[in-house]
């Protein structure tokens, strides 16, 4: 079988979480969709933007696949094609789904019934090669005619939880915590090291830790460390290499990715790897891309004086999340100041600097002080240099390819810069 896991169009309308990694590695209650490609039999593709073509293949494991049907691998495979949607949510009742499709010796299709879209789809190999001879003269990619073939396809009535704004992947995220971390303590190695604290290898919680694990479990990979006087309250999950600063209070579902340091007061969030908030400060209901450093008494806004349901403005489009507790989405690179306050639902761009009060949303590569009357622009060169200044701290290469992502998202958001008149 050949697996293609598949962004579509709908991907940028997840801005600025998924500009600088595909859609199928942000994480969502401790998982990746990235994750369940592993249990699942044959090769496994990547169809992704170009710019993150490289990024993938050496940092996730995934190639493109063969450009066009005509190329042999697709005709050699005996045992058809599975498509899934990027943008899928990576529960634990996906994963079941994904794995029960592969099995399937019928041709078939899910299709969002919002928008129309693929999400999932199991072209067997007799429909395959039916797909291959009817393509004979296109000009489209393989992946273009597997998805106009799967839209033949005889649907499934039934649908599963995609990403179709940033708001729903914390949404999803509280909502599936509890079955991820289960499903983690059943698929995993872990040791009980406290009343529902599980740990893997060379773990080690400080003095006078509180741990509350009634609503669900704490768990921590190899070589998490915690400092003495912190508040857990599940469900948990810190990825290898994690580090929690003393005082810190964890609750209401945190996911940590691996080499994170974190601090202050977190709520109901989802932080990526190699992301900085060590000092005091709230953050709740939020999503934190990589490389994310945020200044001592950063805190943001999660809930309205109204107490009523929050609408977020996603460029030209603003969205009722149905949402009384939702705080805020940073972009990978992003930094804020000492005592910056994030105000309720903002939404925050790639490489971009905050000073003072965020009261509107951010673009990307910008230096944001609209306080002090300030906002301008944030080269594409700084923020490499300060690149190569944050990975030589974590011992990380620099790469071409992570310098080019710089440029490409540099490019790939100027339109949110032309759209803010203090940077004309």
Not at 147 to 167: C, G, N, Q, Y
Not at 225 to 249: K, Q
Not at 322 to 342: P, V
């Amino acid at each position: 079988m050949i697996v293609v896991c598949f962004e579509d169009s709908h991907v940028d309308d997840l801005q600025p979480v998924a500009i600088a990694r595909p859609a199928y590695a942000i994480t969502c209650a401790g998982y990746r969709l990235l994750d369940w490609l592993e249990d699942l039999p044959g090769k496994k593709f990547g169809s992704v933007r170009s710019h993150l073509q490289m990024i993938q293949e050496l940092d996730l494991g995934l190639k493109s696949p063969p450009s066009t049907l005509s190329d042999s691998q697709w005709s050699d495979d005996k045992d058809g094609v599975l498509l899934i949607n990027a943008r899928l949510c990576p529960s634990v009742a996906t994963r079941e789904r994904l794995v029960s499709f592969a099995k399937s010796n019928q041709s078939c299709v899910i299709v969002d019934t919002e928008d129309q879209s693929v999400l999932a789809a199991r072209i067997t190999a007799g429909d395959l090669a039916k797909a291959i001879e009817m393509d004979a003269a296109s000009n489209k990619s393989a992946t273009e005619s597997l998805l106009s073939s799967a839209m033949d396809l005889k649907p499934i009535a039934e649908t599963l939880s995609v990403f179709r704004w940033p708001h729903d992947i914390v949404k999803l995220h509280m909502q599936e915590m509890p079955a991820s971390m289960n499903d983690r303590l059943r698929r995993g190695n872990y040791q009980e090291i406290m009343d529902g604290v599980f740990a893997g290898a060379n773990v080690k919680v400080g003095e006078y830790a509180v741990v509350d694990s009634s609503e669900g479990p704490i768990v921590f990979e190899d070589n998490v460390n915690v400092g003495p006087f912190c508040y857990l309250s599940g469900p948990v999950h810190a990825g290898r290499g994690t580090r929690v600063i003393e005082h810190a209070a964890l609750k209401d579902g945190v996911a940590l990715g691996h080499t994170v340091k974190i601090g202050g007061e977190v709520e109901a969030s989802v932080i990526e790897p190699y992301t900085n908030k060590q000092h005091h400060g709230f953050l709740g209901h939020s999503y934190l891309g990589s490389w994310i450093n945020l200044g001592a008494g950063t805190c943001n806004s999660d809930l309205k004086n109204t107490y009523g349901k929050i609408n977020i403005t996603y460029g030209n489009d603003k969205v009722a999340t149905g949402m009384q507790f939702l705080g805020c989405f940073i972009g990978d690179y992003s930094k804020t100041a000492i005592n910056t306050s994030i105000f309720t639902g903002k939404v925050i761009g790639v490489c971009s600097m905050m000073y003072g009060f965020v009261t509107s949303n951010v673009p990307s590569y910008v230096n944001y002080a609209r306080l002090f009357g300030q906002t301008s622009l944030l080269p594409a060169d700084v923020m490499i240099n300060t690149q190569k200044r944050m990975f030589a701290r974590r011992k990380v290469e620099q790469r071409e390819c992570d310098k080019q992502l710089i440029r490409d998202m540099y490019a790939l958001t100027a339109g949110e810069r032309a759209a803010d008149p203090d940077l004309l």
